[in-house]
Nanobody
Framework: QVTFVESGGGLVQPGGSLRLSCAASGIDFSRETMGWYRQSPGLGGDWIAF???????YYVDSVKGRFTISRDNAANTVYLQMNSLKPEDTAVYYC????????WGQGTQVTVSS
């Protein structure tokens, strides 16, 4: 059974930081390209960061320089360190395995507001 369990979201002021975690199971984690996807009300959803099995990372322009994706293959966990948060980063954040795109976790809500 493929599962993803996200955690670490919350309410933070603009300029603040959060670290999201995602524990994956049911996949050969170390071989999978993992990513973070966010969904904003009224704005739809987008992939924002990927990390390949060799730990090469890729980011969309809107988060580049502020967010860092990383992984711990021994723990089957992927992380997203988010710094310099902006109100437009408010969204539900999901981790996903690119080749298992039909599988979703419950997501974790990130709200950036003063």
């Amino acid at each position: 059974q493929v599962t993803f369990v996200e955690s670490g979201g919350g309410l933070v002021q603009p300029g603040g930081s959060l670290r999201l975690s995602c524990a994956a199971s049911g996949i050969d984690f170390s071989r999978e390209t993992m990513g973070w996807y966010r969904q904003s009300p009224g704005l739809g959803g987008d992939w924002i960061a990927f990390i390949v099995d060799d730990s090469s990372a890729y980011y969309v322009d809107s988060v580049k320089g502020r967010f860092t994706i990383s992984r711990d293959n021994a723990a089957n966990t992927v992380y997203l360190q988010m710094n310099s948060l902006k109100p437009e980063d408010t969204a539900v954040y999901y981790c996903k395995a690119v080749l298992w795109e039909d599988y979703w976790g419950q997501g974790t809500q990130v709200t950036v507001s003063s």
